[in-house]
């Protein structure tokens, strides 16, 4: 099986940069899971016994602590602050920048419009930015059923589809008597899309490798399964299955924003023995 590999893929700036800083910090407890990828987590976890915690009220005092690539909210911040003076504030300069236009647009009197997914640690973060309570949108479906501020902030999350992100910006523009539009999808989410896409174009079976809770692991798969039928997301080799790929020739691999050289690598070398 030949194997041909996304022009953009893999690690971005703000995950490589957290995992640095946690290297650096053997014995030290990360707020909530570094980057979404189980078994990074766990590598740090073996070898430099960085391990992960929820729950702020836990963490013990003056402990060395590790604040995840994808922020904490505003009041989190404070509480670990009152907790320990020994942070490494590990986000990622693409998530601070939405945290902070929020403050400054609610601030100045917007409502504040965020593309993404309420759930999202990211996003709970970017949120609690705010000086009221922002409206976020996972489509422009959803937007449309929702009551819209006549002077609003647009914002997305860092992992985001750009051509979702725009369809929402081209409808509030014609919506809104005042419509600010901040893109904050961040490069490497962009390449690693748009690498993926034409990939998907003239392969004949698509694998990303990453995550599951991964935002833009999952905009990844879900952008190369329009162009690809055969497209499978996996977080490792041990989930790839030989009967994918009979009858292929030519598999393209992508990988998410989280996920290593190193499982990526075992991946590929897998395929090329079917």
Request: net charge neutral.
């Amino acid at each position: 099986m030949q194997v041909k590999l996304a022009k953009s893929y893999g690690f971005c700036f703000g995950v490589r940069r957290a995992i640095k800083l946690a290297e650096n910090k053997p014995n030290g407890i990360t707020l909530g899971p570094l980057i979404h990828n189980a078994k990074e987590i766990n590598r740090l976890k073996d070898k430099f016994n960085v391990v992960v915690n929820e729950n702020i009220q836990e963490i013990p005092k003056d402990a060395e602590v590790i604040i995840r690539t994808h922020g904490i909210t505003k009041e989190d911040l404070q509480k670990l602050k009152e907790k320990t003076k020994n942070i490494t504030d590990a986000t990622c300069p693409f998530v601070t920048k939405p945290q902070e236009i929020c403050e400054k647009m609610s601030n100045e009197g917007y409502g504040i419009i965020i593309f993404g997914d309420e759930k999202h640690p990211e996003v709970k973060g970017v949120m609690s930015y705010c000086k009221t309570i922002p409206l976020v949108v996972e489509s422009l479906e959803a937007l449309k059923k929702a009551k819209i501020p006549d002077k609003v902030a647009l914002i997305s999350q860092t992992t985001k589809n750009i051509e979702l992100f725009l369809e929402i910006a081209d409808f509030l523009i014609r919506h809104c008597s005042e419509c600010r539009v901040f893109n904050t999808i961040c490069n490497a989410t962009f390449d690693n899309q748009e690498s993926a896409r034409n990939l998907a174009k003239e392969v004949d079976i698509m694998v990303i490798v990453g995550g599951k809770n991964s935002s833009n692991t999952k905009q990844l798969y879900n952008i190369s399964k329009e162009y690809c039928e055969d497209c499978y997301l996996i977080e490792d080799f041990q989930e790839l299955h030989r009967e994918w790929f009979k009858g292929k020739k030519l598999c393209g691999v992508s990988a998410g924003a989280s996920t290593p050289n190193w499982i990526i690598n075992e991946v590929v070398e897998t395929i090329q023995k079917y």
